[in-house]
């Protein structure tokens, strides 16, 4: 294997795409130091300020992905691909890569489809339990294919999927904080019931308004929330708690290991990353699937756990009716809680990002 590997990582656009992707460019310099990292991610995205954060370099594409919402927004498309393939011709030619793994993101796709016509390596990786069409449609000629799960050869070829798992952030693998410490950094009781409830950085409209209808009926069951209500919903969420003990909120929670370790049930929605942390934390969860994600892919992610048993869901415009009393019903059932902690641990994997990064390397030797 000669020294000095070139490998780009393309993708982006979510925290779901980006944090995975930084996790295996740090497991491929970890494996060999001479890999030189180059990413390629979508201008005015937000990889192109969470990358150079993360200490790598990165270079923007003038792409944008596919409006479902508003059909006349994608009268550019056809030449914004176009010179996107134009910008990747000149990276390929200034960079020379071994190897391209794409991550997911609509900027992954010219740089995974160039690599193939110049005969580069590509690798995929799959974060949910739904292909994506792209990764579908670039898989055909991709050297492998990492998925988060098994029962993926419905969407890729059987002989080029790996499952790896997902690469979950080292801070979250590496908790080393007690519920008694948990509670107290958000000053709630160490040993109470404690729900935690987030929807990502723009919080989930759902998961919201169904905490904010049913907080006091919480409160009166003894239950504590942790609740990350996103920037939409802070105003009304830090109003709605205004002289009520035993409940945080905020836009965003920074330091989510105190949060996974005060919590006895998580409600959250069910992105891919999301799962794998609740995975790897080991936590009673109740998912409330994004109805509009692609494919609707979230529904497939929580489906995927129900059928083992390993979480309960519930749709998104059911929410209000039913989260509540599902909450007060798992928190207070000590057994069923240990039935899904049982189950969602043995689809914990710890090392995703290892895993890639020598599968990657392995190919190149």
């Not at 990889?47 to 923007?60: H, L, R």
């Not at 794409?102 to 995974?112: A, D, I, Q, R, T």
């Not at 069951?221 to 109003?239: F, S």
Request: aromatic share 8%.
């Amino acid at each position: 294997m000669k020294q000095g590997k070139k490998i780009i990582v393309a993708g982006g656009g979510t925290g779901g795409h980006i944090f995975p992707a930084i996790a295996i460019a740090n497991a491929l310099k970890r494996l060999d130091s001479s890999t030189e990292i180059l990413f390629v991610g979508a201008k005015g995205k937000m990889e192109m300020e969470k990358v150079p954060q993360a200490g790598f370099q990165i270079e923007g594409l003038t792409i944008a992905g596919f409006n479902r919402s508003s059909l006349l927004k994608n009268i550019s498309l056809p030449f914004k691909l176009m010179k996107s393939f134009s910008q990747v011709a000149g990276i390929f030619k200034r960079f020379k890569p071994d190897a391209v793994i794409g991550v997911g993101g609509y900027s992954s796709f010219p740089v995974l489809r160039y690599a193939q016509w110049k005969g580069v390596p590509s690798f995929i990786h799959e974060a949910n339990s739904f292909g994506g069409k792209s990764n579908v449609l670039l898989s055909k000629k991709a050297n492998v294919v990492f998925t988060a799960t098994d029962g993926m050869e419905r969407f890729f070829p059987a002989q080029k999927i790996v499952v790896t798992g997902n690469p979950v952030r080292q801070e979250i693998v590496e908790i080393n904080v007690s519920k008694e410490e948990g509670c107290k950094y958000f000053k709630l009781n160490g040993d109470g019931l404690t729900v935690l409830c987030v929807g990502g950085s723009l919080g989930a409209r759902g998961i919201n308004e169904a905490i904010d209808a049913g907080l006091d009926k919480l409160i009166e069951n003894g239950i504590q929330v942790i609740w990350q209500t996103g920037t939409p919903y802070r105003e009304l969420a830090e109003k709605r708690i205004i002289g009520r003990k035993g409940v945080y909120a905020a836009a965003f929670i920074q330091n989510m290991e105190y949060a996974y370790a005060a919590s006895d049930v998580v409600v959250s929605r069910s992105g891919a990353m999301t799962i794998a942390e609740l995975c790897v934390v080991k936590k009673a969860a109740i998912l409330v699937p994004f109805p509009f994600a692609a494919e609707d892919h979230q529904t497939a992610n929580a489906q995927n756990l129900v059928q083992k048993n390993a979480a309960i869901m519930i749709k998104d415009d059911e929410a209000k009716d039913k989260l509540i009393n599902e909450i007060i019903e798992l928190a207070k059932n000590e057994n069923k809680r240990t039935i899904l902690i049982n189950n969602i641990k043995q689809l914990a994997i710890f090392d995703a990002d290892v895993q890639i990064a020598k599968e990657i390397l392995k190919t190149l030797n």
